[in-house]
């Protein structure tokens, strides 16, 4: 009797550990591209002991004037169609890497996705059907993928703010057709003005936030910069009790990376290595101690890893720099 005693609890501390010990989402943001992948695509994110990806079906609006969102075509990469999705999927599975589907549009005239609002109510029912079918016909995918998680949207505040009842029906026929886990890739300015948080699994968070005016800015410049934005992180997930992730996060190996971290379009500026994995440390060591955090996803990563990044890159990839070998180290934590 004793013996059983001290089985069940040493079982139940082995169990609880374990529990608080839950491994974070350490995911890569796996870019889409013309052709299908195989296992020499895949070796380099399992080398960084990634354990989850997030694949990226792209949409497109050639004219705002006349929003229907059109995807899965013969204009796009094999990889951003879903029979794309499909392949890469089953690629990543094979080697027991879980997934994120992350549908992304793309506003063909330029323009920020966030920006995107209907000027009539006929433009606004074209939209709201046209993005209905796109994100049902992933959502059926990721069904039968079994998909860990799905991402409803990508940084698309004014839809969001101005259409909630169609959000609010959209969750509801998701929920019909796929029961995995559920989020929203909210912009960094935009996370605490979600309404509907409540009805998805975790608080989404593209985590592009300002952090420092510096050149080159320390470790400790970065954490001092996350101070404010986070206590308003925790201030929302204390309020939902949902858990976060960072359905992006990354830094640019250039000058002033943490001004303006979502910068994209300064092709030109002086390579900063160092920034780069300054950075990487800081949102590390300020958020995958947190029980309430659930991980993120890096932004981003290409397939063909041979080709891309290195010393020489000042984008946000982190391969092939200083930056992918601390990204391994910190993954295996």
Known sequence: MKIKNIFLIVLTALCFSCKSQTKKINGVSFVASRDSIS???????????????????????RNIAHPKVEFNTNREWFGE?????LQYAKEFKKEGVKLMVKPHMWLRR???TGDLKATTEENWTILENSYKDYILTY????????AEILCIGTELEQFVKNRPEFWQKL???????????????????????????????????????????????T?????????EHKKEIITLQKKI?????????????????????????????????????????????QFWKEDWFAGGFVWKWFHAHERVGGEKDNRFTPQNKPAEKL???????
């Open 39 to 61: 296992q020499k695509h895949i070796t380099p994110v399992l080398k960084i002991q990634s354990n989850y990806v997030a694949l990226m079906p792209y949409s497109f609006i």
């Open 139 to 146: 959502a059926k995918a990721a069904k039968e993928l079994k």
């Open 241 to 285: 009790k949902k858990p976060v992730l960072f359905t992006e996060f990354g830094y640019r190996s250039i000058h002033f990376n943490g001004k303006k971290p979502w910068e994209a379009n300064r092709v030109r500026g002086a390579i900063n290595l160092k920034a780069q994995v300054n950075a990487l440390q800081a949102i590390h060591n």
């Open 219 to 227: 470790v400790q410049d970065f954490e001092e910069g996350w101070q």
């Open 327 to 333: 990204l391994t180290k910190l993954y295996q934590q």
């Open 110 to 112: 330029g323009g920020f």
């Open 171 to 217: 969750i509801k026929q998701i929920r019909a057709v796929y029961k995995g886990k559920l989020t929203y890739a909210a912009n960094w300015d935009e996370f605490k003005r979600i309404t509907f948080w409540n009805e998805l699994d975790y608080i989404g968070i593209d985590a592009y936030f300002p952090l420092s005016d510096n050149k080159t800015p």
């Open 81 to 85: 169609t879903k029979n794309g999705l």
